[in-house]
């Protein structure tokens, strides 16, 4: 069973940082892209970054530009999220997912795992 867990997230202050993991199981995401998308209480999801396979490349919304970098440890089965100068309008739940359909507000991600919750507040 292909399965991603999500971990990492938690309540943090406005310019804090955190770093989210998301672990493979049951398949090796060497093979596969790899994105992070997020879904606020009454937002639409948003498409966050995501990375390649080759290169490997890596590709960030807007909104987090600058701020969030993407990267994958292959030997550990696991990607990461480092989140760096938080605001509170980071706060969502963070999910991973084997596929990059698109970044910003409006992607479409399938459902992958249970998330992890970020909290970004005074």
């Known amino acids: 069973q292909l399965q991603l867990v999500e971990s990492g997230g938690g309540l943090v202050q406005p310019g804090g940082s955190l770093r989210l993991s998301c672990a493979a199981s049951?398949?090796?995401?060497?093979?596969?892209?790899i994105g992070w998308f997020r879904q606020a209480p009454g937002k639409e999801q948003e498409g966050v970054s995501c990375i390649t396979v080759n290169g490997p490349r890596t590709h960030y919304a807007d909104s987090v530009k600058g701020r969030f970098t993407i990267s994958r440890d292959d030997a550990k089965n696991t990607v990461y999220l480092l989140m760096d100068n938080l605001k509170p309008e980071d706060t969502a739940v963070y999910y991973c997912?084997?596929?990059?359909?698109?970044?910003?507000?409006?992607?479409?991600?399938?459902?992958w795992g249970q998330g992890t919750k970020v909290t970004v507040s005074p």
């Open positions: 997912a084997a596929e990059c359909p698109g970044l910003g507000p409006g992607s479409n991600f399938g459902s």
């Open positions: 049951g398949f090796s995401l060497a093979y596969y892209t």
